[in-house]
T-cell receptor, first 114, second 109 residues
Framework: DAMVIQNPRYQVTQFGKPVTLSCSQT?????MYWYQQKSSQAPKLLFH???????NEADTPDNFQSRRPNTSFCFLDIRSPGLGDAAMYLC?????????????FGPGTRLTVT | GQNIDQPTEMTATEGAIVQINCTYQ??????LFWYQQHAGEAPTFLSY??LDGLEEKGRFSSFLSRSKGYSYLLLKELQMKDSASYLC??????????WGAGTKLIIKP
């Protein structure tokens, strides 16, 4: 089945230790998104890629970086995680068309910072 | 600023009907989505409205009034598995998706 895959599902890192979260998709969608979601809050968009065109949200901290080496893969790098970065990180994709903005989400990576 | 308002939490009884409201103030409008999110899981797509009126899909229906900046999600014949958060999201004039914080729906037997 076509899907969005995120690894790992649970990640524990130490304060200040760099961490990378990964996302892959078999949907062949043009657009990929990274969201941060804290408990009982709306998903917060960090970045999105339209093909290889990178779009950074204005309020995304510099501590967060992203890479999309090809259509299928996208990575989220947190250079120096702080306690406030503990959250669920969601990767999503969407395609062009009448429902271009229907987003397909991966299962998420829950990040714990110790 | 852009704003999406939904009730924080609602409680309903198994087998009943519940209506979850969403009001929005955004710079432009290019459609409204409803997503379901079970605790600890990713959101999954429920519905999309871009024109006024009611869209029905099985036990779930979604209504939109663009002039009032208002939508609702109607869930019929509630089942225990419908316990989840329901997120309203609006596509603004820049084709950005503005998310609400979600309504946590608790179903009681």
């Amino acid at each position: 089945d076509a899907m969005v895959i995120q690894n790992p599902r649970y990640q524990v890192t130490q304060f200040g230790k760099p961490v990378t979260l990964s996302c892959s998709q078999t949907l062949n969608h043009n657009v990929m998104y990274w969201y941060q979601q804290k408990s009982s809050q709306a998903p917060k968009l960090l970045f999105h890629y339209y093909d290889k065109d990178f779009n950074n949200e204005a309020d995304t901290p510099d501590n967060f970086q992203s890479r999309r080496p090809n259509t299928s893969f996208c990575f989220l790098d947190i250079r120096s995680p702080g306690l406030g970065d503990a959250a669920m990180y969601l990767c999503a994709t969407s395609r062009e068309g009448a429902h271009a903005y229907e987003q397909y989400f991966g299962p998420g990576t829950r990040l714990t910072v110790t | 600023g852009q704003n999406i308002d939904q009730p924080t939490e609602m409680t309903a009884t198994e087998g009943a009907i519940v209506q979850i409201n969403c009001t929005y103030q955004t710079s432009g409008f290019n459609g409204l989505f409803w997503y379901q999110q079970h605790a600890g899981e990713a959101p999954t797509f429920l519905s999309y409205n871009v024109l006024d009126g009611l869209e029905e899909k099985g036990r779930f229906s979604s209504f939109l009034s663009r002039s009032k900046g208002y939508s609702y999600l109607l869930l019929k014949e509630l089942q225990m598995k419908d316990s989840a958060s329901y997120l309203c999201a609006v596509v603004d004039s820049n084709y950005q998706l503005i998310w609400g914080a979600g309504t946590k729906l608790i179903i009681k037997p």
